[in-house]
């Protein structure tokens, strides 16, 4: 009854497969971003202060931050500080950027994926229903007679 062999098992193999695979490539694109060291705001001025910082990237609030040592920090500016200023009085290189958006495949993804996953056992249970109950009529020809 179960045949591998089957086109249409064949085709469900290969669409779990493909979730599988869409899911593992939204993980790694999320966990290869180069990880960053977090500094308290008071921390991060002390090493501007001290001469230890080459160059910022300001992206809103946030604060990227390269080391004349060569490694990578990340602040969070308060509101009304005067982070330009410090930065120009030190000679750090400055860069603005636009804050991050959000990843528009992985928000679709998340939104409708309960949602398909629902349809789909939805759909699995009800075709299953009607194969039991005896061919195509399934669930519908309760009252008729075989």
Do not use: C, H
Not at 70 to 85: F, H, N, R, S
Not at 100 to 109: M, W
């Amino acid at each position: 009854m179960n045949n591998p062999n089957n086109p249409r098992g064949l085709f469900q193999y290969a669409a779990i497969a493909a979730l599988f695979a869409l899911l593992a490539l939204v993980y790694v694109q999320n966990t290869s971003a180069p990880q960053s060291d977090q500094l308290p705001y008071s921390a991060f001025v002390s090493a501007v202060e001290q001469g230890e910082i080459r160059s910022v990237t300001i992206q809103g609030q946030n604060v990227i931050a390269e080391r004349t040592t060569g490694g990578q920090i990340e602040t969070y500016a308060p509101q009304g500080a005067d982070l330009v200023g410090q930065l120009q009085r030190q000679n750090v290189e400055i860069k603005a950027a636009p804050p991050p958006q959000p990843n528009l495949l992985l928000s679709l993804l998340i939104s409708f994926l309960p949602w398909l996953l629902i349809l789909g056992v939805g759909f699995w249970m009800l075709r299953r229903a009607a194969s039991r109950q005896g061919g195509a009529g399934g669930l519908m020809s309760v009252g008729k007679s075989k």
